[in-house]
């Protein structure tokens, strides 16, 4: 019986594993103008590109955040995927990444969902079926 649940605990952290480390993106922050004043401003989504898609995945919400600020709201938005793994940059606006004094890392974190719903009070929305994140520094 012991023996039981240890292989299926061990199996599925193994499962659980595999499908987080298969599943990676990295964003291109493309063509937003430099700013090191501190004083974010409203710009275009950059280009996400997903090495694959999770199952039943129909929207991602793309959300950013300055890992060392993690009471500024820059924002995110909706994308419909359509299948596609590759998000161009445009779809949604956001507050730029400014830090104030040098380089700082941001990390953008995709929520992936069945369809488009309503956020929770700190930004992840409803239904959120497989999450991943990706992070830079900046400038």
Request: proline share 4%.
């Amino acid at each position: 019986m012991i023996k039981n649940i240890l292989i299926f605990i061990l199996s599925n952290f193994l499962f659980k594993s595999a499908y987080s480390d298969h599943l990676k993106f990295e964003f291109i922050w493309g063509d937003i103008p430099s700013c090191t004043d501190g004083k974010s401003f409203e710009v275009k989504s950059p280009k996400f590109i997903f090495s694959s898609l999770p199952k039943d995945a129909k929207w991602v919400y793309l959300k950013i955040r300055n890992i060392g600020l993690s009471d500024f709201d820059h924002g995110g938005g909706w994308v419909e995927l359509k299948g596609k793994s590759t998000i161009e940059s445009g779809k949604f606006n956001y507050f730029s990444s400014c830090p104030k004094s040098g380089k700082e890392i941001f990390q953008w974190t995709a929520y992936f969902t069945t369809k488009k719903s309503s956020l929770l009070f700190y930004g992840q929305p409803l239904g959120v079926i497989h999450k991943v994140s990706s992070k830079k520094k900046y400038p």
